[in-house]
């Protein structure tokens, strides 16, 4: 297979993303859940803590493309996410947020999101047995998926698996909104 260096073409070729304090462990676990690689930048910048490369290619960990970060959320955005989640105590607050919660969970298509690549249905089906597994257990109502199979009726593509993960361990945004990522098959 082509190594991601090889490719001398503009690319989309990293996001950044976040976990919470404490969260550095789970936040590798999820990512190693979805079948990614995990190696350490040994960068820093302005973090607490390294920031780690999640390469959705194991055989290919470049460091700069095909590539999300990871690193631990910093104190200008806790504060923000804090005070919002004081408001959130509001019942009308309260509300938006659950519908849009319910919304990222099942009408996923018009909600922010960022999606892997997977080489077949089979390969989703293994990330949802992983996920479905322990770490559902011990994420509980942080961690829905929801998979699309051919046939389904909301499906977007009838003849292809495709997964929506939503969850709040890692993020590219808000930890009050959390992320959804999308789990893709190609025809
Ligand atoms: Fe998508």
């Known amino acids: 297979m082509k190594q991601i260096a090889q490719y001398q073409g503009k690319l989309l070729n990293h996001l950044e993303a976040l976990y919470r304090p404490g969260e550095r462990d789970l936040a590798i676990e999820l990512a ?5 690689a995990i190696s350490d930048t ?5 973090g607490v803590d390294t920031f780690l490369a999640v390469h959705p290619n194991p055989d290919d960990r470049n460091g ?7 690193s631990q959320v910093r104190p200008e955005q ?3 996410e804090d005070r919002l989640r004081r408001l959130s105590a509001d019942s009308d607050f309260a509300a938006d947020l659950d519908a849009y919660r319910e ?6 298509f018009g909600v922010p999101h960022f999606s892997l690549r997977y080489p077949s249905g089979q390969a989703v089906e293994e990330v949802a047995e992983r996920i479905n597994g322990g770490l559902k257990q011990k994420l509980q109502e ?19 698996i495709q997964g929506f ?14 992320q ?5 098959t190609q025809p």
């Open 32 to 36: 190693e859940a979805l079948g990614c």
């Open 42 to 46: 040994g960068f820093k910048g302005d």
């Open 64 to 70: 700069q493309n095909n590539v999300f970060y990871m």
């Open 78 to 80: 806790l504060a923000l």
């Open 103 to 108: 919304a990222a969970r099942t009408k996923p």
């Open 142 to 160: 942080r961690l829905h998926l929801r998979i699309f199979r051919p046939g389904d009726g909301d499906a977007a593509v009838g003849n292809l």
């Open 165 to 178: 993960l939503y969850q709040d361990v890692i993020v590219s945004g808000s930890f009050l909104m959390g």
């Open 180 to 184: 959804l990522i999308e789990l893709q």
